[in-house]
């Protein structure tokens, strides 16, 4: 699915990962873990694509990033959902809008897949929020609506970057369990966060794989958390 | 198909979902659409002379080049015979459709403007004048004058060459300055839509960034911003071709005392011309905005 194979990433002269290998398996459930500033969003942005490595390989989907077309990272990206902690969305549109946004770029037809978005919407409990603007959201409602977005086109992967950030310890257990529900339809899960506390959260309803990036390697943590 | 051919079927039959990704106004939509405006409106004056132009020099061209003058100076016994044996000449001379000498209240008429209408032609010394129209490909001017100088000694032929030439030169000139005009037209347009393209791809980056994040390609992006600059072009252009054209309306009709500057308008079918500016400044915008659009986005992540 995405393969990391002795991946390095350097940015402005300094080496930010190195030597990182990484299988991510169908259905499986990984967090990503490490202080601030450590490399966990470098690193999902080489899983889906927006990076190219310095040395080593990464594969998406089987195929090589270096050797693939423009086009080809775009397909690629509609197969994994990104969420971001500060959720990117355009802003003249609405909520419903930016959550159908990857069907809109895949030329899919909106009227056709109304009742899926209607009810992403419901699931993401946003389905009174759907004709608002996203700057009239709250953290928690962004962060959901990113999910709807990331999930909507039923991708093979999602990555989440710091979901729980900017959101309360209620709301971050409410997006988490939307997370856990979309590993059990088959999806692979990978979230980045710094919150032990959502990682503790998550051991009693699924087996994840935990890994800690430390000084520019990926370790595999999780028997002590 | 071709992926030009693509890109313009898509945006004449448009896409309403890349329409709606790029955000509809900002400060680029006013600049494009008053830039494609005042282009045009320049745009349809530069035609407009350009076109007034080439009828002029067709005109001076075609009229002059087909009469001829010749001129005999003769003591006045003279005068009446060398005339007989000019227009005998003339008679054989080929290329020459007629030839008549001129009376002398046509010679009166010609001098009116300088001398007044109370002139005494016949008390004065004037030389007779005989018009010379020529037929075909006209005759030959160095062969008459030759036959002339044998046969009538007095008789000098003017062929209108001498400013005829620089009349006809000086109009192909303003031809060809106006169709530069419009050419520099063209240029500045596609510059300042390509300026204008770019700032709202760089106003939009985030926009681009979160397009290419849920997976679009190039295409689409590029499509959503070429559409929305080259309708926006177009309406411009269509705005300041119709004002254009109204100034060009409002001229002085053409009248022979006002002589060129009164003729500056479109005339007949040629007043198609100026509708032929706004598709035009739709496809440089087209073309300019796809250009920055596909340079900017290969240089993306």
């Not at chain 1, 159908?100 to 699931?123: C, F, H, I, Y």
């Not at chain 1, 700057?135 to 962060?143: I, V």
């Not at chain 2, 985030?206 to 309708?231: C, E, K, P, S, Y």
Request: proline share 5%; net charge neutral; with cysteine.
């Amino acid at each position: 699915m995405i393969e990391l194979e002795n991946v390095a990433y350097s940015y402005g002269g300094g080496e930010l990962l190195s030597d990182i290998s990484l299988e991510l398996q169908p259905g499986s459930f990984h967090f990503l873990t490490g202080p601030s500033g450590a490399g966990k969003t470098t690193f999902l942005k080489l899983c889906y694509g927006a990076l190219t490595p310095t040395s080593g390989q990464v594969r998406l989907f089987g195929q090589d990033r270096r050797a693939m077309e423009r086009d080809d990272i775009a397909a690629a990206r509609r197969r994994i959902g990104v969420v971001h902690q500060d959720c990117q969305f355009l802003d003249h549109m609405s909520v419903a809008d930016n959550i159908a946004l990857p069907l809109m770029v895949s030329g899919r037809d909106l009227l056709a897949e109304a009742a899926n978005l209607k009810e992403l919407t419901q699931w993401v409990g946003l389905k009174e929020r759907a004709n608002a603007r996203p700057p009239e959201l709250s953290g928690g409602e962004r962060q959901r609506a990113a999910l709807a977005r990331a999930v909507i086109m039923s991708p093979d992967v999602v990555l989440a970057d710091e979901p729980t950030g900017n959101v309360d310890w209620e709301m971050s257990q409410r997006l988490l369990r939307l997370l856990i529900e979309l590993n059990r339809m088959g999806k692979t899960i990978m979230i980045a966060t710094h919150d032990l506390g959502l990682i503790r959260a998550a051991k009693s309803h699924v087996q994840a794989r935990v890994l800690r990036i430390a000084s520019r390697r990926l370790h595999l943590a999780g028997a002590d958390l | 198909m071709r992926p030009d051919l693509k890109a313009l079927t898509d945006l004449i039959v448009g896409d309403t979902q890349a329409d709606r990704v790029v955000p509809p106004t900002g400060f680029t939509a006013s600049l494009t659409v008053f830039a494609a405006g005042a282009m045009a409106f320049l745009a349809v004056f530069a035609l407009a002379l350009s076109l007034a132009t080439g009828r002029l020099a067709d005109r001076w061209g075609e009229e002059l080049a087909k009469s001829s003058t010749i001129r005999i100076s003769a003591p006045e016994g003279q005068l009446a015979a060398q005339t007989a044996a000019a227009l005998r000449v003339l008679e054989t001379t080929e290329g020459v459709a007629s030839a008549r000498a001129l009376d002398p209240e046509e010679q009166q008429a010609l001098l009116e403007p300088w001398f007044g209408p109370d002139l005494p032609v016949d008390a004065l010394p004037i030389p007779q004048l005989i018009e010379v129209i020529e037929e075909g490909g006209g005759f030959d001017p160095q062969g008459l004058r030759l036959r002339l100088a044998a046969e009538v000694p007095g008789a000098v032929l003017d062929d209108h060459t001498r400013w005829r030439r620089p009349l006809v030169e000086a109009a192909s000139r303003l031809r060809l300055l106006g169709w530069m005009s419009l050419i520099l037209i063209g240029a500045t347009t596609a510059v300042m839509i390509t300026l204008a393209a770019n700032a709202a791809l760089t106003a939009n980056g985030q926009v681009i960034r979160v397009l290419r994040l849920v997976g679009a390609r190039d295409a689409f992006i590029a499509r959503a911003f070429v559409r929305r600059f080259t309708l926006r072009a177009l309406t411009g252009a269509a705005g300041g071709m119709v004002l254009g054209a109204i100034a060009i309306l409002l001229l002085p009709s053409e009248q022979v005392a006002g002589g060129f500057l009164t003729g500056l308008g479109f005339q007949g079918w040629h007043w198609i011309w100026p509708l032929t500016i706004p598709p035009l400044a739709a496809g440089v915008a087209f073309w300019a905005t796809r250009m920055a659009a596909w340079k900017m986005l290969k240089d993306l992540p």
